[in-house]
């Protein structure tokens, strides 16, 4: 099963991070009975005209180290691993099929709007003296002088114009042949600023009316039009400074907000089978009002409501509300919409595993922890220990090739993530997991929330020796087991030492 992940605008290319690291982690959608869904592969498509913003790049950036990793450790063709890190494969539509000759690349290329002001894209100097006045009705001075490769600024009634042309698009039509019955296709965007709110019901739409018997005639595969729909719908959850001279304002977004769930409500909830909606009203410090990315959105910390709203991902792989019918107009919906939303175990502004919930628990609260371990044991352990049993008595011998530009690359992007989603500030709600005051190679209270087991006096103690001792023993167990790789051979004896130290030294929620 191939799972198409359209993440729309600055807030879907930042769910999109959430969910990658969530994946490396070894987290890994389940079926109904619990066990890990075979052949799984993803597919992500970033949609974007902006193409400075910083969340675009480093959504861009992670998706290429992560699939560089995977193919070094499991090779390119393996779509069956069913555990471990960086187990869910993910591809390029260009991965996908033979035949489709471009579309290797994680971003959606949309050139005629990102080189584009909004009165040249839409041919203003052109239109007749009538048209062109009411062009000019429709949209103030400052809409129609948008340069729209910094974005729409929050105007989703330039976006839905400008997005338009998605559904002409050569990766539109190299998504439509890729898809095969029993794909299914999700969507994240916020519905409170320009690209998600004019892109999700445009993309949506787009899907759906191929279906439709005066869009068949477009030479594209319309498989994709019954396709399982789902969507996470982002409303306001960070806070930016007040500026009179930006376009942009805080106070508009509650509004829109309601605007596009009125709209939604009546126009498009039927196309969709699971709708996820998620909002944070505490908001954060302000962050930057810099709608013309003058300092590439550095201030845009990663948060809280991201890294849940990655688990609608997760949920929606394993959900079986896939059927979809033939309304009266000969037009594709879901047979059934259902609704999710999420709330915490308890409201603390520091949000540690005991709050999470227990989907949450049960889906990544051992991936977590182990990755956790893995990147402080590889930075500060690993190459000093390549004379130990675990790396040199068994074939292939670990080495420093396990140190590679891709990984350092994601495990860095990992170190500021985790940092910046609790950095928001005593009033809003903070992900805060992971003790970093303890000292070098001391694991035992490193996991906030969660406690390790008592023995008759005391309590366990962890530490990269014990990690050692366990690779030791896990190592002996893989010592008849063919191997593709050195990366391979380590990341399987590392899952399963570490999964061996935190069954019995740690107290897991439940």
């Known amino acids: 099963m191939r ?6 605008g600055g807030t879907g290319a930042k769910v999109l991070t959430s969910m990658i690291m969530q994946f490396a982690s070894g987290a890994h959608p389940k079926d109904s009975a619990g066990n890990s869904i075979k052949d799984l592969s993803v597919v992500p498509i970033l949609v974007d005209p902006h193409e400075g913003n910083a969340g675009l790049q480093d959504a861009t950036k992670l998706l290429d180290d992560y699939r560089s990793i995977r193919n070094t450790i499991y090779g390119k063709d393996s779509a069956s691993v069913e555990e471990g890190f960086f187990s869910v494969k993910i591809e390029t539509l260009k991965d996908c099929q033979s035949n489709i000759t471009k579309c290797d690349k994680f971003f959606f290329s949309m050139n005629s709007v990102s080189n584009s002001k909004f009165d040249k894209f839409i041919g203003l100097n052109s239109m007749s003296l009538e048209n ?34 998605f559904s002409k698009s050569d990766d539109f039509k190299a998504f439509c042949e890729a898809y095969n019955d029993g794909d299914k296709v999700f969507f994240i965007g916020s519905i409170f600023g320009g690209t998600g709110a004019a892109g999700l019901p445009l993309f949506i739409s787009s899907i759906r009316y191929l279906h439709s018997t005066m869009n068949r005639e ?21 806070s930016i400074a007040p500026d009179e001279n ?14 596009a769930i009125s709209y939604y409500e009546n126009n498009m909830n039927k196309y969709i089978n699971n709708i996820y909606y998620i909002a944070d009203p505490c908001g954060t410090e302000s962050f930057v009002n810099d709608p013309g ?19 609608a991902i997760f949920h929606f792989i394993s959900d079986d509300n896939t059927e979809c019918v033939e309304d009266d107009m ?12 999420y709330g915490l175990n308890s409201d603390s502004k520091y949000v540690t595993f005991k709050e999470l919930g227990k989907d949450t628990l049960e889906l990544l609260e051992k991936p977590l922890m182990k990755f956790h371990l893995l990147r402080l044991f590889m930075r500060d352990y690993l190459f000093d220990m390549l004379d130990k049993p675990f790396a040199k008595d068994y074939e292939p011998h670990l080495d420093r090739s396990l140190k590679t530009r891709e990984l350092d690359s994601l495990f860095n992007f990992y170190d500021r993530w985790i940092k910046e989603m609790c950095g928001h500030g005593t009033g809003a709600h903070n992900l805060d997991l992971f003790d970093s005051h303890v000292g070098k190679g001391e694991y035992t209270k490193i996991f906030k929330g969660i406690m390790p087991k008592k023995k008759f006096i005391g309590y366990h103690d962890i530490d990269a020796g014990v990690i050692k001792e366990s690779l030791n023993k896990s190592a002996g167990h893989y010592k008849n ?17 570490l999964e061996e130290i935190i069954n019995d030294k740690y107290e897991i929620i439940k």
């Open 3 to 8: 799972v198409f992940v359209f993440a729309i």
């Open 132 to 165: 062109a006045d009411f062009a000019k009705l429709l949209f103030s001075k400052d809409e129609l002088n948008t340069d729209m490769k910094e974005g729409f600024y929050g105007n989703p009634n330039i976006g839905c114009i400008a997005l338009n042309e």
């Open 218 to 238: 477009t030479g594209f595969s319309t498989k994709c039009s019954m396709a399982p729909i789902g969507s996470l719908i982002v409303m306001p959850y960070f």
């Open 246 to 259: 930006s376009k942009i304002s805080e106070n508009d977004w509650i509004i829109k907000s309601r605007s």
């Open 293 to 311: 990315n003058v300092n590439n959105q550095k201030g845009n910390k990663a948060h809280l409501v991201e890294y849940i709203g990655a688990q």
């Open 330 to 341: 000969q037009r594709a919906v879901a047979s059934r919409t259902v609704y999710y939303h």
């Open 481 to 497: 087991v063919k191997v593709s790789s050195i990366a391979n051979r380590w990341y399987l004896i590392m899952n399963e030492a």
